[in-house]
């Protein structure tokens, strides 16, 4: 797997790519441990491995790419079966500070039945990381993803808990999340950029299509909206 974001550039103009690819450790072999590199193009070395305290199996985790308030770099989350617990995890790309020992990871408290993750990177370059779990929408906000951090309910709704599949967004007006549910049936909900936390600036989940088995947005900064796509039943592409 590859993840490739952009930040804008600390203390300077520009951006900045926070890019990790997951490989397996030894193709054929029934554990299907990874290995997982950050990547640095333009310098020497490019690949380099991102040390970690536990192995990480092929098909037991999802990960997305994200900013932390103050912190001098980015890093990736990780959520699934960790050392044979369901754990989530911030790690940096390394250790800012000693950059020969493995960066110190962050474990994120998480509500009870969470089922998937996602991250929304905001216009300052910092990152929300949103949950799905049992009793609804969940958010982790950028100064909120220290060790043992809890994370706020922001959406109480039947249509998005078990969520198998979140993404998020957010421009210069509004955060946007989507998902599909157990039953295929592909959701959004919205609140205006910056109220992220507070539950009465969400709207209500609206349901878009049923029988969806994968989608997959765009922003448009032309136009100023999302364009998303949807793969239903199989063989159609809305």
């Known amino acids: ?138 958010v982790f906000t950028p100064d909120n993803q220290h060790d043992n951090a809890t994370p706020v309910r922001v959406v109480a709704n039947n249509l998005i808990a078990g969520a198998s599949t979140l993404a998020a967004a957010t421009d210069a007006t509004r955060t946007t999340v989507w998902g599909v549910n157990p039953q295929g049936n592909l959701f959004y909900v919205t609140c205006p950029a910056g109220s992220e936390t507070n539950s009465t600036a969400w709207s209500h989940p609206v349901p878009l299509l049923p029988s969806v088995e994968r989608f997959a947005f765009f922003l448009n900064l032309g136009a100023g909206n999302n364009v998303l796509f949807a793969h239903v039943n199989g063989q159609n592409l809305i």
Request: aromatic letters at 10%.
């Open 1 to 138: 797997d590859v993840f490739v974001m952009n930040l804008p550039a600390i203390g300077g103009t520009g951006s900045v790519e926070n890019i990790f690819v997951d490989i397996l450790r030894t193709p054929g072999d029934p554990l299907k441990l990874l290995d997982r590199y950050y990547i640095t193009p333009g310098k020497s070395p490019q690949w380099n491995l991102h040390k970690l305290a536990a192995d990480l199996a092929a098909g037991s985790i999802s990960s997305c790419l994200g900013q932390r308030t103050g912190d001098p770099l980015p890093g990736i989350y990780t959520f699934g079966t960790i050392n044979n617990e369901q754990e989530l995890i911030f790690t940096p790309q390394y250790n800012y500070f000693r950059p020969n020992i493995a960066p110190n990871p962050a474990r994120l408290t998480l509500p009870p039945g969470t089922t998937t993750i996602a991250a929304a990177l905001t216009p300052s370059g910092v990152s929300n990381l949103f949950l799905a779990a049992a009793e609804g929408l969940f």
